[in-house]
């Protein structure tokens, strides 16, 4: 009776495991993220493993290679290499979903070839996250011409806008043990990524769109004039110091309505309160609302969903990467001709 | 709790564990049966209070309906389906009440031009179901198919056993009480079976279904949005979605039965290699089918030839087919109507009847005139199609909807081109469904083609391990995010 147990029982582990060796095979391809690490430059919250592969097949289908510092360009970064367009921002410009030539910095790069573009855009570094290490990245890579944040919100209570970039944090984001046990193995890690999805969904929380940030259910005062325009103000300042100007790049979400028409989820006066203030404070300014409208109208394009997950939600697909770039070089392009007293070089 | 919860998987452990633990420890055979039905009748009630406690005392009322009526009918005697008809009555009414209600209360104050009424009434859990189950017990009791159930225990676990609670499949009083009077036992067999059974169900919905529904709830939703052949994909792919989340159900429920000692008769059977109306409605959903023909349709076209049998005979000779149309037509809208609340139901169920009516005539007249039967594939395709435009009331919230998206399939007009990957899989996958049933009817060089059941060896290790590996690839490929099981609903 025993030996039998016994048997069983080494059936059932010797199949657990083989099965499992398997998935995780599968996984290589379809869900291969790299390993992450701490970021010893306060650059970012966490780095990808350096000229590490990754592939991603839950939404989108794309693989690539992170460069030496383990983020998402096509070539390396040597200490003092020149850096005209810095990159900074979410998932959405990480671009794990769509081959690495089809993200907004690559199409930055092809579009501006004499200036070299940068991108540390990475998952879970939403608006307030970028600001927080803003600091240390102007320091390390000294963008000559632009620094571009990239951002789905822009609604925070009042005090986060009053000390965000007063904090200069450069320590990441404690994920839990659970997670840096798991991230040994890839499909440990998919499976940790379902159950946020499921704990997500039963919280009933919209599980698609990137990074997930929603308005803090703070009752407190949110987006008044007065703290965005110190915010800005104290933006400005450092930017100058850095001898870089900076664009706030804001994508809001969209959905399709009943009768056909897109609805995006913008507030429309918040917004251009925002605009007003960054102009006024020499801060330059994308909303990308318009654009994603008039594409839809003309083209019947999305800028976010693929055909392996969502209609319209989740991260830029390629129309989305493609619109965004337009609209950033538009953007440069106008603060370049409104500055062009002090420039004796264009843009391109 | 079903399913489609984490949470459930600990407690079906649990409750397998104490059906093991009781069979093992407890030797004398009359009260292991007896610890083992109150176990799993704590289960079913614990299943439903997860919904709502006060769905229990619902559930329990019914329960006692359905008992003290069936020691009724038995004692009756010539009055028996009298006393039938008042019970079936009673439920049918409970059940009308908890889910028509409100639907009808609004209809006719929009008919009177007053303002509608919020009040919804929240239905418990599984209650079409159980009613339906209910009812058919009451009707083969009244018809001297088999005596009452004395016992309160096997009658409840017939009509709340939790594995076929939420969506099925529907069990008859002659098949499932037998099985429930017995001890039965737990065994390595069919726990394999079971296992490998609730595996694929597992697959099936969390994969195929549960992705397909993302695309689809959007495409329906705003059908103008979408181009012509992003709208034909998600037409196509509308029933085979509701196949891989109903079927996988199904064999979910079915797997867990099985694992517990129980056989629950199967679902589905390929309903997709049909060439009418008729033989769909007999591989779709076959217990609901059986249940509506044993208990509606056979005793309705009974009463319709009775009605017939006073005409003269000429009457008779041209409207033959008459008492089984009418019958069909009734049948097939109470099928609509009881799948949801809504007038796009009762038209999805009134197509289905006019469509099958079309069918017998049409064949009668295809032998009256000896015509030899064509070629199978393109009646296959054109069933099919036929389906799944039907299918589109059952999907739409209102028949307007439903006929803005035919309108949406026919006018041409640019829109989002969104060839679904998850559509495509599905559609791909059903042809694998078919392909191997047919490699399996040559084999065994069987008449009739039927859907392959899985029959992996889990005594080995490489069965074993394509067994892990499915469920660790149904975790790995499946959609967590917002997800329900559409039958779930009725």
Known sequence: MMGRIVKVTGKICLSGILAFLALTLFCMAYYHLPARLEDPDGVTDFRWAGHAFYSRGTEGFAAGRTNNEGYINESDYLPGDPVDVLVIGSSHMEALQVPEKESTAAILRKRLPDLAVYNVGLSNHDFLTCMRHLPAALNKYHPARFTIIETVNLIFPDYEFESILRRNETGGTERSRVYELVQKNHYLRLLYSQLESYRKSQAGAQGDNADNISDSPDAAPKNSAEAVGRFLSQLHDLAQAAGTKIIIAYHPKASINADGSLQVWSDVSTMRQFDELCHQHGIGFLDLSDRIQTEYQQRNVLPYGFINSAVGSGHFNAEGHRMFADELLRIMEEMERADSAERSEPLR | ?490
């Open chain 2, 1 to 490: 709790m079903s399913f489609n919860d984490l949470g459930f998987y600990p407690f079906l452990l649990l409750i397998l564990l104490g059906l093991f633990g009781v069979q093992v420890l407890i030797k004398k055979e009359q009260t292991a049966l007896l610890i083992r039905k109150i176990l799993l009748l704590f289960s079913s009630f614990a299943v439903i209070w997860c919904y709502r406690p006060s769905f229990c005392l619902s559930t329990a009322a019914v329960i006692l309906i359905t008992y003290v009526g069936g020691r009724l009918i038995e004692r009756a005697g010539t009055g028996r389906m009298r006393i039938a008809g008042l019970f079936v009555t009673a439920l049918v009414l409970w059940l009308g009440y908890f889910k028509y209600f409100s639907f009808l209360l609004n209809t006719f104050c929009t008919l009177i031009g007053q303002p509608g009424t919020l009040i919804r009434i929240a239905a418990p859990i599984g209650i079409s179901f159980y009613i339906f189950t209910a009812v058919g017990y009451l009707l083969d009791v009244a018809w001297e198919k088999y005596p009452a159930e004395r016992n309160l225990l096997n009658l409840s676990l017939m009509l709340v056993f939790f594995p076929k609670l939420l969506c099925g499949p529907l069990v008859r009083g002659d098949e499932f009480l037998p099985q429930l009077r017995e001890n039965r036992r737990m065994s390595a067999d069919r726990f394999m079976s079971g296992i490998q059974l609730f595996a694929f169900g597992f697959f099936k919905k969390v994969v195929l279904a549960n992705h397909m529904a993302r695309f689809l709830d959007s495409v329906f939703f705003a059908p103008s949005a979408f181009s012509m052949s992003t709208l034909w994909l998600a037409m196509l792919s509308n029933m085979p979605a509701l196949y891989f989340d109903f079927s996988g159900y199904s064999d979910m429920a079915i797997g867990v039965s099985r694992m517990m000692g129980y056989d629950l008769r199967s679902n589905f059977n390929l309903p997709f290699i049909t060439t009418n109306i008729s033989d769909f409605w007999s591989r779709w959903h076959i217990t609901l089918t059986d249940w509506l023909q044993s208990y509606l349709f056979n005793p309705l076209a009974v009463r319709f030839r009775r009605m017939m049998a006073g005409k003269p005979k000429a009457f008779r000779k041209k409207y033959k087919l008459l008492p089984e149309c009418a019958a069909a037509v009734i049948t097939f809208f109470v099928s609509g109507v009881w799948h949801g609340v809504g007038f796009n139901f009762a038209i999805f169920g009134l197509l289905h009847g006019i469509f099958y009516v079309i069918q017998k005539v049409y064949g009668q007249a295809r032998k009256a005139k000896g015509k030899a039967s064509g070629l199978r594939f393109v009646p296959v395709l054109a069933s099919f199609l036929l389906i799944n435009l039907i299918q589109v009331f059952f999907r739409t919230e209102t028949p307007g909807e439903a006929v803005r998206f035919y309108q949406a399939l026919i006018v041409p007009h640019a829109g989002v081109f969104f060839p679904s990957f998850w559509c495509l899989i599905g559609l791909a996958a059903l042809c694998g469904e078919i392909i191997l049933a047919r490699m399996e009817q040559r084999k065994q060089g069987s008449a009739e083609l039927n859907a392959v059941q899985p029959r992996l060896n889990l005594r080995t290790v490489p069965g074993m391990t394509a067994l892990l590996f499915l469920i660790g690839l149904a975790l790995a490929l499946g959609y967590f995010g917002e997800s329900y099981f559409v039958y779930e609903q009725f």
